[in-house]
């Protein structure tokens, strides 16, 4: 088959742009750094959408909807929180016509709006949890975008919580964190995460302590895929969120926020992308099974809605082809491409063995599959991709993570992955050091790889990387 | 149990603000005729957009995110559009500080930017149609505001298709009214739509052709559900949307845009709801059936959990009420107010029995029924309600629908519903003066009750109303 992209050795960056632009899955937008995602980009974000929103619910956590824009003295209330965001925001200036009053922020992100409400709506320790979710776009003035990656305006959600005291707040931070983000990175994008916590010169503006996952895509760098802030009552003082206790005085809430974007996409694309394109895996893929035909006839057309019919039957999500009329190969160059995990290919010769071929895009694999047991061989090789995608990336994150003593160190081995480096090696002096080679600190985690409650905990591992 | 409503009789529109703020669906944003959307009411959306982006789905569209912001240029490439839009338009001016080379409007709708990029898209008639939608929030300037009816912010979907021919697009733009959005409406909303074509004053802007669905609320006014445009060559002129045909020549696409919005919720809350508060159809009710124990005891709760596991394994969408610590009348109000169509009361009484007591918030049915039975009088129940919803919405369009001989007659008739007058006695004349009385013609229909291809035909019929 032609070569339709730049290969991952030769120039990584260029290749993701092809693989964005021959996959259609994201355009740039008209006005500087907004995006348009196409339908292929967009069925991926839907997927994400549905996997983490049940995973959302089921901490019980609700949906609602809060306002695009944001009046800027919101900003104001909290010191850290205006001094991060306010160098990024798109203004609002008119309305109707007509000059407003105070101009409105787009919302960067919506701790300031969702604050001012959750002071309305918390007045009793009965109210508490309060847990909200919004699936939401939101804008932040970038210099240099990248779709999917870093873009002006991006999609996600965000979630917003209030709890009663600390521990609680501290508690649900962490649950989100692994049974929202990390489950899902790892059991439905297929993608190993570290988890653990921010450095100061990394924290969320305004977060007593900022936990994350990351990801490392296959150039060798770390892509931030979550983070859960614990914003302690940073904002509950700024917006007095209060509650009357079963104590019966009034007590500052303890509040936390949570998100993961379409950046996740990218992320998708660089953790387990290949020279012909996106794999996307199974249990994510908006296609998980591509059925085609080789050729137009009756007959193949039949049998291959025959077929397409069977696999949906039996929950598998299928997508069609019957254009016959167009070139075989550009079709197959399209479903690499675009990743689909199986493809099934149907023609006459292989209806002549009452046969079809199957094509696994991750293990390579093409093997003549008799019809009446296609839908066996299609849950067992979607089963088997989910794990070879896993264990490619793990395998890899593995291969590249190093050892270190040194900060010096530490930036050498960066430039194809993780650094781990003690803290107590490191610390802020380093991090500022490192950084002038633009290594940073993704996380910190405890020796034994668990996620510390904060910085004042002795024996912290840094990870040390190149980021997106 | 105590009044917590202004009643419907009493002041209609009042009535309608304590539906929203007691039961917690949504309350005014710090700007403008911006909205917060609460967990109660944004569940209702929710279960709104599951349903319909199926139907759209069907349709073989296809979703995308198109950005928020559009240069202001764009609008003035169809005169049409920007005649209408300009005047509503939110605008960025600043990102990250600095003044915008060209200002930014925030999205009213997205013809101009999605046709901007049709352009690009469509190439050949191989690529047609082209049938595209988004879910997203966009911004109209309003000088009177009313939370869901019409707000400066909006949730909605917005579907961009580009066809062929004339007679394709038309199809199209007919079969979003029908099987899409009346579908939707009538049999989950549970609400008879009159479905019809605009008058040249109440078209969308850069339209041929407006078809739209109208519902008609308990006060006897109209509610504009849902739009679907027949756009024509306009836009496709305006941005360049060009297809190599068949024919080997270059054709001007012909375009549609539909759209529903959040504004569907305030349909539902007028269009069902009494003095007690909401009442939701079980189609789309969120919470189709409320289990709540009476009191606090291990063996109510242990009947409650299981009821409710039952049920939820039977495929109902069922929420748990084991607050036994909270005045039962207050918990029956709220459920009442929310609207969820059976509440199932489990105390110490009802076990007593081997009892529960089944609730129906719309036949207002109690009636004690065998534990072992709930499961299938739910199911009855639930279907009953639906059922019920529907006729009595039918009932109430026919009581209020009046026919009448002149416009003098129509503007009067309009006062408690619909006047259906010959188009031929009202005419754009007639409905100028109409419309000094704030009556207006909602839509125009064929004698038989179908919709019209366009205003040419002779024998329409228009129907007259107030409206939201």
């Given at each position: 088959m032609a070569k339709v992209l730049t290969s991952q050795s030769e120039d990584f960056p260029r290749w993701?742009?092809?693989?964005?632009?021959?996959?259609?899955?994201?355009?740039?937008?008209?006005?500087?750094?907004?995006?348009?995602?196409?339908?292929?980009?967009?069925?991926?974000?839907?997927?994400?959408?549905?996997?983490?929103?049940?995973?959302?619910?089921?901490?019980?956590?609700?949906?609602a909807s809060f306002?695009?824009?944001?009046?800027?003295?919101?900003?104001?209330?909290?010191a850290d929180h205006v001094e991060g965001f306010a160098p990024e925001l798109w203004t609002v200036t008119h309305g109707g016509g007509k000059q407003l009053e105070e101009p409105l922020a787009v919302r960067p992100t919506s701790e300031t709006v969702i604050g001012e409400y959750m002071?309305?709506?918390?007045?009793?320790?009965?109210?508490?949890?309060?847990?909200?979710?919004q699936w939401c776009n939101v804008m932040r003035y970038e210099l240099r975008t990248r779709l999917f990656l870093r873009s002006s305006e991006f999609l996600w959600q965000e979630g917003h919580t209030v709890h009663a005291t600390y521990e609680e707040a501290h508690a649900f931070?962490?649950?989100?964190?692994?049974?929202?983000y990390a489950d899902f990175m790892e059991?439905?994008?297929?993608?190993?995460?570290?988890?653990?916590?921010?450095?100061?010169?990394?924290?969320?503006?305004?977060?007593?302590?900022?936990?994350?996952?990351?990801?490392?895509?296959?150039?060798?760098?770390?892509l931030q895929m979550g983070t859960s802030h614990e914003l302690g009552q940073n904002f509950a003082k700024a917006f007095d969120i209060q509650y009357l206790g079963s104590d019966g005085k009034q007590h500052h809430g303890w509040t936390t926020?949570?998100?993961?974007?379409?950046?996740?996409?990218?992320?998708?694309?660089?953790?387990?992308?290949?020279?012909?394109?996106?794999?996307?895996?199974?249990?994510l893929a908006p296609v998980q099974a591509y059925v085609m035909v080789v050729k137009d006839s009756e007959e193949v057309h039949a049998a291959a809605r025959k077929v397409y019919e069977e696999l949906k039957g039996e929950g598998v999500r299928v997508k069609l082809d019957l254009r016959g009329d167009i070139a075989f190969g550009r079709r197959a160059v399209d479903a690499e491409l675009k990743g689909y995990p199986v493809r099934i290919e149907i023609g006459p010769r292989d209806l002549k063995?009452?046969?079809?071929?199957?094509?696994?895009?991750?293990?390579?694999?093409?093997?003549?599959?008799?019809?009446?047991?296609?839908?066996?061989?299609?849950?067992?090789?979607?089963?088997?991709?989910?794990?070879a995608l896993w264990d490619e990336a793990l395998r890899h994150r593995e291969a590249h993570t190093v050892d270190v003593a040194t900060v010096e160190e530490?930036?050498?081995?960066?430039?194809?992955?993780?650094?781990?480096?003690?803290?107590?090696?490191?610390?802020?002096?380093?991090e500022t050091k490192a950084a002038e080679s633009g290594v940073t600190v993704r996380v910190l985690q405890r020796a034994d790889g668990s996620v510390p409650d904060s910085l004042d905990e002795d024996g912290l591992i840094a990870y040390l990387a190149r980021s997106y």
């Open positions: 993701y742009q092809d693989v964005v632009a021959k996959a259609q899955l994201a355009e740039n937008g008209p006005a500087k750094g907004q995006q348009v995602i196409r339908p292929s980009g967009f069925a991926l974000w839907e997927r994400m959408v549905d996997e983490l929103d049940e995973r959302i619910k089921e901490t019980g956590t609700e949906n306002p695009l824009l944001i009046p800027e003295s919101y900003f104001q209330r909290e002071a309305k709506w918390v007045k009793s320790y009965r109210d508490l949890p309060l847990l909200l979710n931070t962490l649950r989100i964190l692994h049974e929202v059991n439905v994008l297929a993608l190993p995460v570290l988890r653990g916590l921010k450095t100061e010169a990394e924290r969320f503006a305004g977060a007593l302590n900022t936990f994350a996952c990351e990801a490392l895509m296959r150039d060798g760098k770390a926020s949570w998100g993961v974007s379409t950046r996740m996409v990218g992320g998708l694309i660089m953790g387990h992308g290949d020279d012909a394109g996106l794999r996307v895996p199974p249990n063995n009452n046969e079809a071929t199957l094509v696994s895009r991750i293990e390579g694999t093409k093997q003549a599959v008799p019809l009446g047991m296609l839908a066996a061989a299609v849950a067992t090789a979607l089963d088997a991709d989910q794990m530490a930036v050498e081995a960066a430039q194809t992955g993780y650094a781990r480096l003690a803290w107590d090696s490191c610390g802020v002096e380093g």
